[in-house]
């Protein structure tokens, strides 16, 4: 009987949440929220707290009810406490390391339209060294990997190769920074069981200048190697392919008061959702239920169900799933 259901790889960082009513400015380009040189502004609230992928995705995994490590690297510093102690308190086993570099850090600017952007120092998430690592710690059934930089790319890199070494099968949703790096990531893909990205970093994987259908892009992405494709497109929802079939699930329309997790939230949920009932429907409204759970409230963390919380809601709350030709 393998030790863990999942290990989470990834970034780690402590959180810093400022709620401002600044307004967002709206160009041709996008949206900017746009801070004058030499001004004050007055902050309505402020909040700390753990965050970064691997965190927040072995949170969302333990509220589940799955057994949970978490692989990440950590400097020796308060805030790594801080980090240790939230995983504690949500019985996820810490397995990582310590480096040299300050722990992550984040500041997340809030706009009055509840949107944000974040500033991230990456610090010591990009020192996981693969020859640190504790080998009998990795008796798992699943990684899951977020964004990785640096020498963590590089342990990424080769903690792929020990999965399918080992039998253990592989979950992996890059950031924009890893999907920026196109099609250096393609021979990562034959060692991916599922692959989660949202529709502009499915793109950017599969070096378009701009994004095309989605289920276009899905099929493209098998052939470079994933038995699972999910590609997300926020308020459009998310599509899920797998072998002959191809899913999409709706979003209700609900006020967004953060975004910030969003995309852990749905991701983990997702996997929890095909580790524990191997149905991809099942799994689809798990996702879509803590996803917009999480967006109706503060936090990265503050509003992940409970598997209690989610039997509940998975009664109670309508989900139109779609097949797609």
């Given at each position: 009987m393998t030790k863990y259901d999942v290990i989470t790889i990834g970034s780690a960082t402590v959180d810093n949440f400022f709620y401002t009513n600044i307004p967002e400015l709206h160009k041709k380009k996008g949206r900017y929220i746009?801070?004058?040189?030499?001004?004050?502004?007055?902050?309505?609230?402020?909040?700390?707290?753990?965050g970064g992928s691997a965190t927040n995705?072995?949170?969302?995994?333990?509220?589940?009810?799955?057994?949970?490590?978490?692989?990440?690297?950590?400097?020796?510093?308060?805030?790594?406490?801080?980090?240790?102690?939230?995983?504690?308190?949500?019985?996820?086993?810490?397995?990582?390391?310590?480096?040299?570099?300050?722990?992550?850090?984040?500041?997340?600017?809030?706009?009055?339209?509840?949107?944000?952007?974040?500033?991230?120092?990456?610090?010591?998430?990009?020192?996981?060294?693969?020859?640190?690592?504790?080998r009998k710690n990795l008796d798992t059934k699943w990684?899951?990997?977020?964004?990785?930089?640096?020498?963590?790319?590089?342990?990424?890199?080769?903690?792929?190769?020990?999965?399918?070494?080992?039998?253990?099968a592989v979950a992996w949703n890059p950031s924009q920074y890893q999907a920026k790096m196109g099609k250096e990531?393609?021979?990562?893909?034959?060692?991916?069981?599922l692959l989660i990205l949202n529709r502009e970093e499915a793109a950017l994987v599969l070096g378009y200048r701009k994004p095309r259908l989605i289920k276009h892009m899905i099929t493209e992405l098998h052939k470079l190697g994933p038995k699972f494709v999910c590609v997300t497109d926020g308020k459009h929802g998310a599509h899920l392919s797998y072998d002959n079939t191809k899913l999409k699930v709706?979003?209700?329309?609900?006020?967004?008061?953060?975004?910030?997790?969003?995309?852990?939230?749905?991701?983990?949920?997702?996997?929890?959702?095909?580790i524990k009932f191997r149905d991809l429907n099942k799994a689809l409204k798990i996702a879509l239920i803590n996803s917009e759970s999480v967006i109706k409230y503060r936090g990265a963390k503050n509003k992940l169900l409970t598997m209690k919380e989610m039997n509940e809601m998975l009664e109670i709350t309508r989900v139109v799933i779609d097949k797609v030709k």
């Open positions: 746009a801070y004058p040189v030499g001004s004050k502004f007055l902050v309505n609230e402020i909040d700390v707290e753990s995705t072995a949170t969302s995994f333990s509220r589940l009810g799955l057994k949970v490590g978490c692989l990440v690297s950590l400097g020796n510093d308060e805030n790594a406490n801080i980090i240790l102690k939230q995983l504690k308190k949500e019985n996820v086993d810490f397995i990582g390391t310590i480096a040299d570099k300050r722990t992550g850090y984040a500041t997340i600017l809030d706009s009055k339209e509840r949107d944000r952007t974040i500033l991230i120092y990456y610090g010591a998430n990009s020192e996981l060294d693969f020859n640190k690592i504790d990684f899951y990997f977020g964004s990785m930089m640096g020498k963590s790319f590089e342990t990424q890199k080769k903690l792929m190769v020990y999965a399918r070494s080992k039998g253990i990531l393609h021979p990562l893909l034959p060692y991916v069981d709706h979003t209700h329309p609900i006020k967004v008061v953060e975004r910030t997790g969003a995309g852990d939230a749905f991701a983990s949920s997702l996997l929890a959702g095909l």
